[in-house]
């Protein structure tokens, strides 16, 4: 099966026949929603690419990049539904932004500060996985939960939900995805697997993982795969829409394959210079998702000042980001010790009067 596109690199916008009923999906967006796809593509790199910056500055223990990856994300969050739960991994800032997150609450998580800043009953977004591939697996335990309860294929749309998980192509070597393939085809969950294929596990290329393409992974268990111009935000967005109408009518679980392309590093403690040619990250970077959506908007009449403005705000949001982390305060020492236990206990109580004993001990030193 060919791959799904409906944006050329140049920017022209074409279903193909075949795939005339994910093109419907598209049919019923406007250029708002358009300008809006674009607003968050460039507001997401712009924030990824402080963030990189900030922690070289030693403001955050490591970062996460997902440049090049901003089409997948936005569009695929953007189909998610209101009553759909979402299971990211460590690298779906832009999918995270699609449903409110607080940008500060990622870089505190990334810092160190707290275990993840946001409540997944009020977002539906759950929390960061750093462990590879756990979050697949919980996302299968929470389908199998929402069909056990019925609220799939009632018609009833304030009822019916779907769950939609993140992982790239290196979480495809885990047992994890495997187990959470056969649980979800076995159960019929409303599930939809998304699968990253940035083409690179660390420093493992995809053709190092399998030897055939990944969205026929779940074939085996069940499961039905397609694979979409991971770089073509109206594809990963329409096919997405599409999977996620399927599993909330019951017809359960699939998996996309996004094809797309890690341009930096895996996180910042990796040097992808060591591994990969230059000459593939350039032809990816010929081919990049945001310049890929601005030439189509150009084609749709929007004009300079659109980006200028989108350029600008940009700007902004890295200030503002980066004078919040400056001005972010170290967590009360105590924090270490809550919610180890339900009850007191006295062994973290005598941990916590030795630690507390311990810092008043270089106060009186600098007296």
């Known amino acids: 099966m060919p791959q799904v ?8 916008f074409e279903v ?29 790199r712009r924030f990824d690419n402080e963030c990189t910056a900030l922690q070289r500055q030693g403001q955050m223990g490591l ?8 089409a997948a994300q936005i569009g695929s969050g953007y189909a ?26 990622i870089i505190k998580m990334m810092r160190g500060v707290n275990h993840g800043g946001w409540n997944p009953e009020e977002t539906r977004f759950h929390l960061y996985a750093i462990v590879l591939g756990t979050q697949v697996l919980h996302a299968a335990g929470y389908a199998m939960g929402v069909n056990f309860d019925g609220n799939v294929g009632t018609g009833d749309p304030e009822v019916d939900q779907a769950v939609i998980t993140y992982f790239g192509d290196g979480a495809t070597a885990e047992g994890d995805v495997s187990e959470a393939l056969l649980f979800a ?13 940035n083409q690179w596990a660390i420093s493992s290329p995809v053709s190092a993982q399998t030897v055939v393409p990944l969205y026929l992974r779940g074939e085996g268990f069940g499961v039905p795969g397609i694979q979409v111009d991971g770089n073509d935000v109206l594809a990963c967005y329409a096919v997405t ?14 998996l996309i394959e996004a094809l797309t392309y890690r341009v930096g590093a895996h996180t910042t403690s990796d040097d992808p210079s060591k591994y990969r040619p230059q000459e593939e990250t350039d032809y990816w970077i010929a081919r990049d998702p945001i310049t890929r959506f601005e ?24 200030t503002q980001i980066r004078e919040a982390t400056f001005a972010m305060p170290n967590p009360p020492l105590e924090n270490i010790f809550k919610h180890v236990y339900t009850d007191p206990h006295p062994l973290v109580q005598e941990q916590q ?15």
């Not at 049919?27 to 507001?43: S, W």
């Not at 829409?241 to 699939?254: I, Q």
């Open 295 to 318: 030439k189509f908007l150009r084609r749709q009449g929007v004009g300079d000042e659109f980006f200028q403005e989108v350029a600008q705000a940009g700007d902004d949001l890295a």
């Open 353 to 367: 009067a030795w630690l507390e004993n311990y810092e008043s001990s270089f106060e009186e030193d600098s007296k």
């Open 241 to 254: 829409a599409k999977h996620m109408d399927d599993a909330r009518n019951g017809l359960g679980p699939s």
């Open 16 to 44: 193909p026949s075949e795939y005339a009923h994910y093109g419907k999906y598209i049919e019923k967006l406007t250029l708002d929603d358009f300008l809006k796809f674009y607003r968050d593509m460039a507001r997401i």
């Open 185 to 197: 085809a076995v159960n019929k969950s409303p599930l939809v697997f998304f699968c990253q294929n």
């Open 5 to 12: 596109q409906m944006l050329s690199p140049d920017g022209v």
């Open 80 to 105: 998610v539904g209101k009553n759909d739960h979402m299971f990211p991994s460590y690298r779906e800032h832009g999918v995270a932004i699609t449903h409110g997150i607080d940008l500060m609450s």
């Open 63 to 70: 970062w996460v990049p997902a440049v090049g990856q901003e």
